[in-house]
C-alpha cells in the first residue's frame, strides 16, 4: 500500500521536458462548462455543451511541429513575441479579434488561413468528447459529472491508440493548484483501474501533466496545448451554434479514423444528439 501511494504522488506533476521515454503525449483542453441545470428555464444553447479535446502528438513529430509553430508565430509577430510575451493560439482570442490577434496587429484573414494551413500539415491526432448536458441530465436518474465522464471517455480512445507498452503522459492545462488537485482526485480512481476494455493500457499512462500553455518566464509555450485548445474551441463553437469556420475545418482529418465518420472523429454522448460534420 505504501509503495503505491509513494507512484501516485509521483504521478501528477509539472512537465519540465518531452524526452522519448514517453514516445506519446496527450494534451487536453476543454470549452464549456460541467455544471448540469435541473431547471429548464435555466437551460440555453450556451450552457448545453461541454467538449473536451485530446490533441495526441508523437515524440518523434515533436521538432517538425515546433519548427511549424515558431515560423508561423515568427510571420505575424517580432520573434513570435507580443508584448514581452510568446503568442499563444487561443481560439476565444483569435475570434475575437484582441490582443496579439487584434487587426491593428496582423492581417487577421492572411493568419487564419496561414493557421489552418499549418493545422493541417501538423503531425498530431484528435479525440474529442462531446456531452450534450441537458440530455445527459434527462437520460439518468442520477447523471455523473459531465466533465469526468467526457474525461474517462477520452482517456479510453487515448489508451486505444497505444502500442503495447508504449509509455505515454497526460498534459492537462493547469488551472491553479486547487483546480489541478480537484481534477486529479476525480480521474485518479480510473486512472488506478481503468475499465475492462483498456484495464492494462491505461497504466501506460506514466504521468499527468499540469501545464500553464506560457512558461513562468513568458518566453516560451507549449504548442501542444494550443492546439487542443483550438480543437475543442472550434468543435464546441460548431456543436453550439453550427459555426464552421476555416480553423475547424482544418482538424477535418486530424481524429482518430482519418475521414470523420460516424463513431471515428467525435464521440457525443448521448448517442441521440450525433450531428454529422458539414462540409462548407
Not at 468528447?129 to 437520460?139: F, L, R, T
Not at 479510453?156 to 482526485?185: A, I, Q, W
Not at 486512472?191 to 493500457?201: A, F, M, N, V
Request: charged share 30%; proline share 3%; net charge positive.
Amino acid at each position: 500500500m505504501i509503495s503505491k501511494i509513494i507512484i501516485r504522488k509521483k504521478f501528477m506533476k509539472r512537465m519540465t521536458r518531452w524526452t522519448s521515454e514517453t514516445p506519446r503525449l496527450m494534451a487536453v483542453d476543454e470549452s464549456g462548462t460541467s455544471r448540469l441545470y435541473d431547471n429548464e428555464d435555466e437551460r440555453t444553447e450556451e450552457n448545453r455543451w461541454i467538449v473536451i479535446s485530446g490533441a495526441i502528438f508523437s515524440q518523434s513529430d515533436n521538432e517538425y511541429n515546433i519548427e511549424k509553430i515558431i515560423n508561423l508565430k515568427n510571420k505575424y509577430w517580432d520573434n513570435g513575441m507580443f508584448r514581452g510575451e510568446r503568442v499563444v493560439f487561443h481560439g476565444r482570442e483569435i475570434k475575437k479579434g484582441i490582443g496579439a490577434f487584434s487587426k491593428r496587429v496582423i492581417d487577421r484573414d492572411a493568419f487564419i488561413d496561414d493557421l489552418s494551413v499549418v493545422i493541417s500539415e501538423l503531425q498530431f491526432e484528435v479525440a474529442s468528447i462531446c456531452i450534450d448536458k441537458h440530455k445527459h441530465y434527462d437520460k439518468y436518474f442520477t447523471p455523473n459529472n459531465p466533465y469526468v465522464l467526457a474525461y474517462q471517455f477520452l482517456l479510453e480512445r487515448f489508451c486505444m491508440t497505444l502500442k503495447p507498452k508504449e509509455h505515454s503522459s497526460v498534459l492537462n492545462e493547469s488551472r491553479g493548484k486547487t483546480e489541478d488537485n480537484k481534477l486529479y482526485n476525480l480521474i485518479k480512481p480510473f486512472l488506478d483501474e481503468g475499465e475492462p476494455y483498456i484495464s492494462d493500457q491505461i497504466h501506460q499512462i506514466d504521468h499527468v501533466y499540469f501545464n500553464s500553455k506560457l512558461t513562468s518566464d513568458k518566453k516560451k509555450s507549449h504548442f501542444m496545448l494550443e492546439i487542443a485548445d483550438l480543437s475543442s474551441y472550434t468543435l464546441h463553437r460548431y456543436l453550439r451554434n453550427d459555426i464552421s469556420t476555416k480553423l475547424f475545418q482544418s482538424f477535418r482529418n486530424k481524429y482518430i479514423g482519418g475521414h470523420p465518420i460516424r463513431g471515428h472523429n467525435y464521440k457525443i454522448f448521448p448517442k441521440s444528439c450525433y450531428k454529422n460534420w458539414r462540409i462548407d
